[in-house]
């Protein structure tokens, strides 16, 4: 038994992974691109942790994820004549779409194929969300119709059209040619001395752009839906593909938007100093931040770290100082070393105020560079 034990703990010293000593990352910049999805999760343990994160980035990339992505297109959209358009502009896009019975009819919807496995740092929420986006489409008169219901029905028995309650599904609804319709049926002066066939008629008449206004404002508030007037199909194409990339590219900045600390960056590629916890870096790290003030050139960063290779050697002669004017100035006559044959020059009394009130001020409401 002995044997066995000793057996297993020299299996776990060779199994052992050589870590590296723990680190913190200092940077001045925000990450953008694909850096920023290693930023979002945590840095990982394991080797397999460590492999699965390095495969994040390219597997939410756009690019990738619009591969991905399946367009659900309703056989009735088809009947119309300018639905080419529309077929065209997909194809072009470069996702897949297909032609299945949708509810409501007109409408499409958006289905996402989720990796296997599951992107590391990519919370599972964000591939069901993409199931509930729906666009409906709908003609002139049928909007009239709901927008009849909206504005002059009141009360509880008012329900908002096109949407089923209970409903999971996020609608967005599309009307193509309003503006035309409603000028096309603008009534004549001979029309109005005439009687209309039918209620419907009369009520058609008297909607105009004040009452599909009103109801616009309606959907908003009570149903959180907002519709899309354009005059052709070749804007709807436009739009449907620019939702389309968004839809693409919501995992990817979910993943960079979901660490507790999104802005701070990790990583190899990082441009910010690394310091370790016996110090080193901490140089490093104290002269790129007197960089980051405004007009700072690395000669000027240079004379300053030199002088003072740490903040709180440099807050240590600020509490030696006798007085305010002598703290403000103390780092103002500090030399700058410049290249041969270029004229001497000083740190300056304007960066000296800056760094003293930026180490020494508990207004957070202060405005360090007053030139700015």
């Known amino acids: ?17 050589q870590r590296r000593p723990p680190t913190w990352e200092i940077s001045d910049s925000d990450s953008e691109g694909p ?14 942790e460590r492999r699965a994160a390095a495969e994040t980035p390219r597997r939410l990339r756009p690019d990738q994820a619009l591969r991905r ?3 659900l297109v309703d056989p009735a959209i088809l009947e119309d004549a300018g639905a080419d358009i529309l077929m065209e502009a997909l194809d072009t896009l470069g996702c897949e779409y297909r032609v299945e019975p949708q509810r409501p009819a007109r409408s499409l919807r958006w289905s996402r194929v989720k990796p296997d496995p599951c992107p590391y740092g990519v919370p599972p929420e964000v591939w069901a969300a993409d199931e509930q986006d729906l666009l409906l489409l709908l003609e002139p008169e049928e909007f009239l119709q709901g927008v009849i219901q909206l504005t002059q029905i009141r009360g509880p ?14 609608p967005h609804l599309a009307v193509i040619g309003l503006d035309a319709y409603l000028w096309s049926h603008q009534p004549s002066t001979r029309e109005t001395r005439l009687p209309e066939s039918s209620a419907m008629a009369c009520a058609q008449v008297a909607v105009g752009w004040p009452e599909v206004e009103e109801a616009l404002v309606l ?7 907002d519709v899309l ?17 968004a839809l693409a590219q919501r995992p990817f900045k979910q993943a960079r938007e979901s660490g507790p600390f999104s802005f701070c960056t990790a990583g190899h590629w990082a441009a910010g100093e690394r310091v370790a916890r016996d110090g080193t870096g901490l140089r490093a790290a104290w002269w790129r931040q007197i960089q980051q ?4 050139s690395p000669a000027v960063a240079d004379a300053v770290v030199t002088a003072f ?14 007085s305010e004017q002598e703290r403000l100035a103390l780092l103002a006559d500090l030399p700058v070393k410049m290249g041969e044959g270029v004229r001497p020059r000083r740190v300056g009394p304007d960066l000296s105020r800056r760094i003293c009130l930026f180490l020494t001020t508990d207004n957070p409401d202060l405005l360090l560079d007053l030139g700015s």
């Open 1 to 17: 038994m002995a044997r066995a034990e000793s057996g297993r703990a020299g299996g776990s010293r060779r199994g052992r992974v």
């Open 35 to 48: 850096a920023g999805v290693e930023a979002a999760v945590r840095v990982p343990d394991s080797a397999d």
């Open 69 to 71: 992505l399946t367009v």
């Open 157 to 170: 028995a008012c329900s908002v059209p096109w949407i089923t309650p209970g409903s999971p599904a996020c």
């Open 219 to 225: 959907l908003q508030l009570w149903a959180n839906v």
């Open 229 to 245: 007037l354009v005059a052709s199909w070749q804007e709807l194409s436009q739009h449907v593909c620019t939702f389309t990339k």
């Open 293 to 296: 003030f405004n007009r700072v």
């Open 309 to 322: 290779p740490s903040p709180r050697l440099l807050q240590q002669a600020y509490v030696a100082c006798g």
